[in-house]
């Protein structure tokens, strides 16, 4: 590999998760570089619109070129056909069906789906919605949004079924406990007998944009078997979320 190369992208990589502008000494630290070779990397990012420095203070923060690259990659991104492998890999991992998810305010869509391998009736659609609340990819999504989405959803909601959460209290714990394990469950809250696992996706911005998960009868879904995959459903979905430009989500669960 190019260790040149290796060495501007860590910069400017180190550069963007600063929270202000830094110096040459803490850029060279922070990178495990010499302080000539972070300045020889600096000046050439700056030579090129990629890196400013502050006239009086000497720091360098990223310009908005960078951005524009990125922006120009986003526009031409097809997320559901991105996301669409790791959909696949779900659905032959588990022989579950698998959905992909979007919020719709305080419900969600579902804008891909695979079937499982069984001979079992699903109770979904490409197209079709669910109530965020009472459903895995809902829940996995809701998790991660404003509280005053999380509110409205929490204070509309209605019992589908005899498993369906409808204290308030216990569904706010219960978003904080998935905004913190990365990961959600549906235990039949919907539609009688069928279960859910579910995990969040993020954008390049680093917030919430779709989950990933699958569905399957509750005889398939014992609590020993939704423990073991778990981690699985998780690295799908970390590795999806890396693929659109998110960092470090899945580090905090």
């Known amino acids: 590999m190019d260790k040149t190369l290796i060495k501007g992208l860590k910069v400017l990589e180190m550069l963007a998760s600063f929270d202000e502008p830094a110096s040459v000494s803490e850029i060279a630290y922070a990178c495990g570089l010499t302080r000539s070779n972070a300045h020889r990397v ?3 990012f700056q030579a090129l619109g990629y890196v400013a420095q502050d006239s009086r203070s000497r720091r360098y923060h990223m310009t908005l070129r960078v951005w524009s690259l990125g922006s120009k990659a986003v526009d031409r ?8 492998p790791f959909l696949e890999q779900l659905n032959d991992m588990t022989g579950e069906t698998t959905h992909l998810s979007i919020l719709d305010d305080i419900h969600v869509i579902y804008i891909d789906k695979l079937e499982a391998r069984h001979a079992v009736r699903t109770f979904t659609r490409i197209g079709g919605r669910a109530p965020a609340i009472c459903v895995a990819t809902g829940k996995a999504a809701l998790a991660f949004t404003s509280p005053e989405r999380i509110e409205r959803a929490v204070s509309q909601i209605e019992k589908f079924t005899d498993s369906t959460v409808t204290d308030p209290d216990a569904l706010r714990a219960e978003l904080d406990t998935v905004r913190t394990q990365a990961f959600a469950v549906n235990r039949g809250e919907w539609r009688g007998g ?4 579910a995990v969040p996706i993020f954008s390049a911005t680093n917030e919430i944009i779709a989950a990933i998960g699958i569905s399957a009868p509750r ?3 014992s609590e020993e078997r939704i423990e073991s995959l778990v981690d699985k459903i998780k690295a799908i979905g970390c590795q999806l979320s890396e693929r659109l430009g998110a960092t470090g989500q899945y580090e905090r669960a």
Do not use: H, N, P, V
């Not at 991104?77 to 669409?84: H, S, T, V």
């Open 42 to 44: 600096l000046a050439t």
């Open 194 to 197: 069928a279960y859910g696992l």
């Open 219 to 221: 005889d398939r879904m």
């Open 77 to 84: 991104l097809d997320f559901k056909q991105e996301a669409r």
